[in-house]
């Protein structure tokens, strides 16, 4: 079982920076897939980035490319997604999830379903 945990929401202005952490105390991230999912009132979770732990290779979603950037650190086993110039848009609900790597395409990981782990969830509200 792992157990993720976010942090890092908030309420900012638009035009704000955050930097959202997920980290998953006693487990080792290596051979994992790790992604990043939003979900906005009344909308369904949607794929927001993710990250393939052992070579680094990232994608993000089309609506967040350029402002939103997914990323992880071997040492403090956590993973991270910087956003920039925030919008009201972007106000959401924030998951990490994570699966076992096997060694399948990065494409497959932008479906919620192929995650076994998620976190809790992390508030991002942003204000015009």
């Known amino acids: 079982q792992v157990h993720l945990v976010e942090s890092g929401g908030g309420l900012v202005q638009a035009g704000s920076s955050l930097r959202l952490s997920c980290a998953a105390s006693?487990?080792?991230?290596?051979?994992?897939?790790l992604g990043w999912f939003r979900q906005a009132p009344g909308k369904e979770r949607e794929f927001v980035a993710v990250i393939r732990w052992n070579d680094g290779v990232t994608h993000h979603a089309d609506s967040v490319q350029g402002r939103f950037t997914i990323s992880g650190d071997n040492v403090k086993n956590t993973m991270y997604l910087q956003i920039n110039d925030l919008k009201p848009e972007d106000t959401a609900v924030y998951y990490c999830a994570a699966v076992r790597d096997a060694n399948g395409a990065i494409g497959y990981f932008f479906r919620r379903q192929a995650y076994d782990y998620w976190g809790q969830g992390t508030q991002v509200t942003v204000s015009p």
């Open positions: 006693g487990h080792s991230f290596s051979n994992y897939i």
